[in-house]
């Protein structure tokens, strides 16, 4: 075969006008900081505060450190090419946040469903709850999301930086994906695609049917609660979720579960936007900011903070 090996990719970025760029560094840079502070901000909450040691704070403060993971392997690299216009990613680079990106987002999907799990147990099964879900049990939930996606994620990625890729190395995107990857490789893909979607039909379908389910046995428990009070505190609480979990899945299933992963089209570069970065910033503000337990430790945090310069002043 006449080809030529390629020794970089091209990420095209969100935008090639250079005044839209500094716009958009501006903007991403402010929202990489939010979503920093807002899962930074979760982490600290749940590890000094004594009345948020329970498993669903555990499990948030694992879910935020994933968000902080999985959005770091690919907005600094992004916000460095917006400012210096430097489009060029060594392949080494392309395939080491490739891997990150993907295997990082597989635990996302995993931890999204433990959390309604122990959504479920609280509401749905309350007199069982501490005992089951004791602190071994969780930790072994966590790393049992850790373990789930590296082996869903990592062969098929590890599979995709052994292909050979020839030219054009143009890739319409941000960040390095498996679509454009897989439409520059020379040799036939169709095993890699057909594995990549298996795997993807059980990270994203096969982790929502266990939040829809979790979320069904709730919400029928919560309307048989008597308390006008108590199912409104109940719906509160699990709205905020099923908010994320729509965003999230919406995005995540139209860009990726399709029976081809050939693309980098402008419309699936929006999409992508949506589901890596838009749904991150949303997460720790919609899980936090309308549970009171949150707010009330994080003004019992700040006003520690804070007490003693006011004395000193």
């Known amino acids: 075969m006449n080809h030529t090996s390629v020794v ?19 903007v991403l840079l402010f929202i990489f900081l939010l979503i920093l502070l807002g899962n930074l901000t979760v982490i600290t ?13 555990f ?18 690299r992004t916000l460095y090419s917006l400012l210096m216009d430097k489009k060029a990613i060594s392949l080494p680079a392309c395939f080491i946040q490739l891997l990150l990106f993907f295997y990082l987002g597989t ?6 469903a433990m959390m309604s799990f122990d959504r479920y147990m609280a509401i749905c099964h309350p007199l069982h709850y501490p005992t089951i879900m004791n602190g071994r049990f969780c930790i072994q939930l966590v790393l049992s999301c850790w373990v789930a996606g590296f082996v869903l994620m990592v062969p098929p990625i590890v599979m995709i930086t052994q292909l050979p890729f020839c030219g054009p190395n143009v890739m ?27 795997a993807l039909i059980f990270i994203i379908p096969g982790t929502l049917t266990v939040t829809i389910i979790s979320y069904g ?21 699990c709205s905020a979720h099923l908010l994320v979990v729509t965003i999230l899945y919406s995005s995540a299933i139209f860009r990726y579960i399709r029976p081809s992963q050939r693309g980098g089209q402008d419309f699936d570069k929006t999409v992508s936007f949506l589901y ?38």
């Open 45 to 57: 909450i749940t590890l000094v505060d004594h009345r948020l040691q329970t498993p669903m704070y």
């Open 276 to 313: 890596s970065v838009v749904t991150q910033l949303f997460n720790p503000y919609i899980y936090t900011l309308r549970n009171q337990q949150v707010k009330k430790a994080l003004r019992d945090l700040c006003s520690r903070a804070f007490s003693p310069c006011i004395i000193e002043i």
């Open 8 to 26: 970089e990719f091209i990420l095209l970025g969100l935008t090639n006008n250079r005044h839209l760029q500094i716009i958009l560094f501006g």
């Open 217 to 237: 046995c709730i919400i029928s428990t919560i309307l048989r609660i008597p308390s006008a009070t108590g199912r409104k505190k109940a719906f509160s609480t």
């Open 59 to 76: 499990f948030l403060r694992n879910f935020s450190f994933l968000e902080i993971s999985s959005t770091s392997s690919f907005i600094p």
């Open 172 to 198: 319409n995107h941000f960040y390095c994906d498996t679509a454009p990857l897989l439409a520059f490789s020379c040799t036939d893909t169709q095993f890699i695609e057909i594995l990549l979607l298996i």
């Open 107 to 112: 635990c996302v999907f995993f931890h999204v």
